[in-house]
């Protein structure tokens, strides 16, 4: 069992950043893989980013690939997304969740992941 509590959300003009942070407690943070998805309103959950168990291997959405960074510092159990060149329709709940197993493509699809975070608000203005 693990917890994932996101934090650093808000409101943000375009072609601003913001940082968010998955903190994780319970079972070894360091044995799990780990995502990050986002819900817009009215749209489906998407895939967004995810990072091996040691960090090695990052994998984005073509959607934020060369804006997002995944990262995660095990010793602190927190994984992290640094976004950049925001635009209008990153807006959405930005989730952190855990998997157990890092093997691909399960990466990419949200049923996958055991373990989820409550969600943080991400607006993006025009």
């Known amino acids: 069992q693990v917890q994932l509590v996101e934090s650093g959300g808000g409101l943000v003009q375009a072609g601003g950043s913001l940082r968010l942070s998955c903190a994780a407690s319970?079972?070894?943070?360091?044995?799990?893989?780990m995502g990050w998805f986002r819900q817009a309103p009215g749209k489906e959950r998407e895939f967004v980013a995810a990072?091996?168990?040691?960090?090695?291997?990052?994998y984005y959405a073509d959607s934020v690939k060369g804006r997002f960074t995944i990262s995660r510092d095990n010793a602190k159990n927190t994984m992290y997304l640094q976004m950049n060149s925001l635009k209008p329709e990153d807006t959405a709940v930005y989730y952190c969740?855990?998997?157990?197993?890092?093997?691909?493509?399960?990466?990419?699809?949200?049923?996958?992941?055991?373990?989820w975070g409550q969600g943080t608000q991400v607006t993006v203005s025009s």
């Open positions: 990072i091996s168990w040691s960090g090695g291997n990052t």
């Open positions: 969740a855990a998997r157990f197993s890092g093997l691909l493509p399960g990466l990419f699809y949200d049923y996958e992941y055991a373990y």
């Open positions: 319970g079972r070894t943070f360091s044995s799990y893989a």
